[in-house]
């Protein structure tokens, strides 16, 4: 079938070269649609930069949307960059303009994006821009934006209610301290790493370090403090009691990161989801 339809492709590209006529978007629209659809998207894009179209809003809405279907996000937001405000494409345009840089990490285009709108999906807006603000760090702005939430629209509600969860599980939940962790390993060797939820680490790094400083109290017990024994295990010792602190900070450190990195995919998701069913 795939194939079938790539010859049908290049035969209209074909007559579109040889014609070498001009004609408008519109008409393959239908057809660019159907592509996408149907997981050709790289045949949408091709099919809409090879053929010969006039100049139009419709033309750089098909080429934002068959950019943005095949994950060419750069090449989507240009696209999307050119339909104009008084078209009927702008609206949808807009709003995947943002989700594009959003995910290009394009957090002050998106921002800016979302301020020049001002059409009637403004409750959506609020969500972009909460979203946006979360995914930045700024809590007044998302407390702002989160004004606009009126858990009422059912394309709406669950992603307002997700980031309305991250934003309380950010910043008024119990994040971990690495401050904590390594004070706590440095009383109890491992207890950091229980803390940072490595019960296993934290278990070995207990009984590494425990039982080096016992193999060195035994030595200066029978030895003395001077004895190269005593010197060597107490050595390797104080170099696995700093790692053991050193490494219960940097447990929980990566434990927030990785915490962080999940809620801002979380975030992406809940901003990205409600614009396919308003703009089914």
Do not use: C
Not at 19 to 43: C, P, T
Not at 70 to 89: G, N, T
Not at 148 to 176: D, H, P, V
């Amino acid at each position: 079938m795939r194939r079938a339809f790539t010859i049908i492709l290049t035969l209209l590209l074909a007559a579109a070269a040889a014609s070498a006529q001009r004609s408008y978007a519109s008409k393959d629209a239908a057809f660019v649609d159907y592509l996408i659809g149907n997981n050709m998207e790289d045949d949408a894009v091709t099919l809409l930069t090879r053929s010969r179209y006039y100049a139009s809003d419709t033309l750089n809405y098909l080429r934002g949307w068959a950019n943005y279907s095949a994950k060419y996000l750069e090449e989507a937001s240009a696209a999307f960059d050119k339909v104009p405000q008084d078209s009927p494409f702008h609206d949808k345009s807009l709003f995947f303009n943002v989700i594009s840089n959003a995910h290009l990490g394009n957090y002050a285009r998106s921002s800016e994006l979302l301020d020049s709108y001002s059409g009637p999906y403004a409750e959506l807006k609020s969500l972009e821009q909460a979203g946006i603000a979360l995914l930045e760090g700024r809590a007044a702005d998302f407390i702002t934006a989160a004004d606009g939430f009126t858990f009422s629209q059912y394309a709406l509600t669950e992603s307002e209610r997700a980031l309305q969860g991250i934003y309380n599980e950010r910043y008024y939940g119990r994040s971990k301290s690495p401050v904590l962790a390594a004070a706590a390993s440095a009383v109890v060797p491992g207890l950091g790493k229980v803390y940072a939820g490595e019960l296993g680490e934290g278990v070995a790094s207990f009984l590494t370090v425990g039982s080096l400083a016992a193999i060195t109290a035994e030595n200066w017990a029978k030895y003395g403090i001077k004895n190269w024994k005593t010197i060597l295990f107490g050595a390797i010792g104080t170099v696995f009691y700093i790692g053991n602190i050193y490494g219960s900070y940097v447990s929980v450190s990566i434990h927030n990161d990785e915490l962080r990195n999940v809620q801002d995919t979380a975030i992406l998701y809940h901003i990205h989801i409600p614009l396919r069913s308003v703009f089914q």
